[in-house]
């Protein structure tokens, strides 16, 4: 008879939640990046006019890649916070209110340092992409900021080498590489 209960009990769980949705909305999504795309399009910017940008008034780099990377290597004057912290409360923990300018990069926009700005590697053609994919921080990390409401946000779009003088590093192993 416990036996019975038991798996009464269990059965019940069961039903109860599976009938709660999750909080994921991929439909809404899809929706938010198309209002992205367009937006984000006239905001990827080269590395003259990124750094340009960096050094005026309200202005921020935000490196979202792993704590480790950034504190091994980044750009110099940038602010951490790791995508997979993304919420509201952390996101106006650093940015107060809407207004500042947020320029944002990844490991794909540099070269040479394989070992602090990997490349993300390409994803063979499937019979549903028909192409070849090249995942990059770059995109969730827009996204995610114009979800939150954030829309004064630049992107740099171009390959750097980590040699270039335009672009200053830092890091516990930029002293240790260069």
């Known amino acids: 008879m416990k036996n019975i209960i ?4 269990i059965c019940l769980t069961s039903i109860s939640y599976s009938q709660i949705e999750s909080k994921v909305d991929y439909d809404a999504f899809e929706k938010l990046v198309a209002e992205v795309k367009p937006h984000r399009a006239k905001r ?3 590395i003259e006019e990124f750094m340009k940008m960096s050094k005026k008034g309200n202005v921020f780099i935000l490196d979202t890649r792993s704590k480790a990377m950034y504190d091994a290597k980044h750009i110099k004057g940038a602010i ?7 919420t509201q409360k952390n996101l106006e923990a650093l940015f107060p209110d809407k207004s500042p300018t947020i320029l944002i990069y990844c490991n794909n926009n540099f070269d040479d340092d394989e ?3 990997p490349t993300k590697m390409y994803i063979p053609p499937t019979e549903s992409t028909k192409e070849e994919l090249t995942l990059a921080l770059n995109i969730p990390t827009y996204i995610n900021l114009y979800g939150y409401g954030y829309r004064n946000i630049y992107e740099l779009s171009e ?3 980590i040699w270039d003088e335009r672009v200053e590093l830092d890091g516990t192993e930029v002293m240790k590489s260069e």
């Open 6 to 9: 038991t798996i009464f009990a």
């Open 44 to 46: 990827l910017i080269g």
């Open 80 to 86: 951490h916070l790791n995508f997979s912290d993304f």
């Open 115 to 117: 070992s602090y700005f």
């Open 159 to 161: 390959l750097v080498s």
